[in-house]
């Protein structure tokens, strides 16, 4: 590891900036955030707060102008780059020169590219139907993702984020992109472009302001919840296996939507509250459809957290409109339901907590997901689901052997139904489980082996009496630049 030193003298923080954490060597999740608002990222997991230095150090290395967000990070872990001595001079030398040029806008691309190679096995009672699936989404096969970001600030304390984005792991027809037999096997990279494979199309834009010391604003016409939420709701990472398992056990509270829509932050000291809105037609000028309409697509966000240096509590509650795939993980009698005209109300409750140093240790995240839908006057309710549920438990090593290999494994119950309209309880259940390690071969190449098992891929639409389940293996291969 570089090493860098950087004493009090040397840098002057803003008068707003303010320590996040305590010093300490481990790297809290609020400082991992900041980390990635600051978009000083590393291709490893921080490890310890001393790493978390020479990553910074890189940044202002690579960077042409010194952000708020670089200030506050410079504040935060202050006392380890100055135990770290040995480049001062190089510090020095270039905080001068980017505090000289003062600020100018620059744009920074930042890209990821994914490729699986895997397959899936199907295992069950009812041979009709095992044939069927195995015939459809059996086979070995590879796809790809590419994501690539472009990041502007004018003032130094703004972001402007557009992504492209383009792929081939097909929504409507490969298990792999959530086609079948159900949306549970959809990978987290998963995704193609207007049901096109190889095309790149804008898949992100927005555009996010401080107001005051403690309000951040966002605003764009394709964003989504995750960027305009306050707090994580879990140390799980969200580049795994299973796109599932990145929603905190809760798919009805922390989503997918996304749209035109903005939203705000509140953040003081360990707490912070957040409100979004987004609708997925937003673009739309036809009747009913806008910002605001009935068949806007919409889903309203409201989250409160608490942060300490090693756990944290998140609670959410989210309103949602029927009818437009915006809950994307539950059973697939669940997710017909969903498709009724009405409201969905979805509560989330999550907590994680990770060790002071790492080691054998793991990480442990935890969510739980309660929703309430509501239909229109003129559905026919009865039969339709009135009440579920869903949780999730995932661990996570970071640095397994101090080799720099991650490993986790998480198990959960996707969203299923728990009461019917009609005041039944259906035979929806089903666990889904899913276990990866890490293994970086450079700075910039991951390989992460994983595997996975759904127990129950169609819930309640399984044959009376008969049982079907789904086992998957892939290798992902990860190269950031």
């Not at 505090?99 to 620059?106: A, I, K, R, V």
């Not at 998480?410 to 293994?439: C, H, K, N, R």
Request: with cysteine; net charge negative; hydrophobic share 35%.
């Amino acid at each position: 590891m570089a090493a860098v030193l950087c004493s009090t003298q040397t840098f002057s923080v803003s008068p707003q900036t303010q320590h996040l954490e305590p010093a300490s060597t481990t790297v809290s999740p609020k400082l991992r955030e900041l980390f990635r608002k600051a978009d000083c990222a590393s291709t490893q997991p921080l490890q310890d707060r001393y790493q978390a230095a020479d990553v910074l150090h890189q940044c202002l290395e690579n960077t042409v102008t010194m952000t708020d967000l670089l200030w506050r990070l410079l504040s935060e872990i202050q006392s380890e780059l100055s135990a770290l001595n040995l480049q001062i001079e190089r510090v020095e030398q270039r905080t001068t020169e980017l505090e000289n040029l003062g600020f100018s806008p620059t744009t920074k691309l930042r890209g990821v590219s994914s490729f699986i190679l895997g397959g899936n096995l199907f295992s069950g009672s009812d041979a009709d139907l095992l044939s069927s699936i195995r015939s459809s989404y059996g086979a070995l096969q590879s796809g790809y993702d590419q994501k690539l970001t472009l990041r502007t600030s004018f003032t130094g304390k703004d972001l402007l984020n557009i992504r492209l984005r383009g792929g081939n792991l097909d929504t409507s027809a490969d298990s792999f992109g959530g086609g079948g037999p159900s949306k549970l096997s959809e990978l987290e990279v998963a995704f193609q472009q207007s049901r096109s494979p190889d095309l790149i199309g804008v898949n992100r834009a927005w555009y996010q302001f401080p107001l005051g010391k403690n309000w951040t604003i966002t605003l764009g016409s394709r964003v989504n919840q995750t960027v305009m939420l306050g707090m994580r709701p879990s140390l799980y990472p969200e580049d795994t296996v299973l796109d599932l398992f990145t929603q905190a056990g809760a798919s009805g509270a922390y989503s997918s939507n996304l749209g035109a829509g903005g939203g705000v932050i509140w953040e003081q000291g360990s707490f912070s509250a957040s409100a979004n809105y987004i609708a997925g037609r937003g673009n739309e000028g036809s009747g009913g459809s806008g910002l605001i309409g009935e068949e806007s697509g919409s889903s309203s966000t409201l989250q409160l957290g608490y942060a300490r240096q090693n756990w944290g509590v998140v609670a959410a509650v989210v309103a949602i409109e029927n009818g437009f795939g915006i809950i994307d993980y539950a059973s697939p009698f669940t997710l017909r339901s969903f498709e009724q005209p009405g409201i969905t109300t979805s509560t989330a409750l999550s907590g994680y907590w990770q060790p002071s140093e790492a080691g054998w240790l793991p990480s442990v995240s935890l969510g739980w997901g309660w929703n309430s839908t509501r239909y229109r006057k003129e559905v026919d309710r009865q039969g339709l689901v009135a009440i579920s549920q869903s949780w999730t438990v995932a661990i996570q090593w970071s640095d397994l052997f101090n080799t720099g290999t991650a490993m986790g494994a998480a198990v959960g119950q996707p969203i299923f139904a728990t009461a019917l309209v009609s005041g039944t309880s259906p035979d929806d259940a089903g666990y889904v489980m899913e276990w990866w390690t890490m293994l970086p071969v450079t700075d910039a190449i991951t390989v992460t082996p994983a595997v996975f098992f759904l127990s129950r891929p169609l819930g309640a639409d399984t044959p009376e009496d008969q049982r079907l389940s789904q086992f998957g293996a892939l290798v992902k291969t990860t190269l950031r630049f």
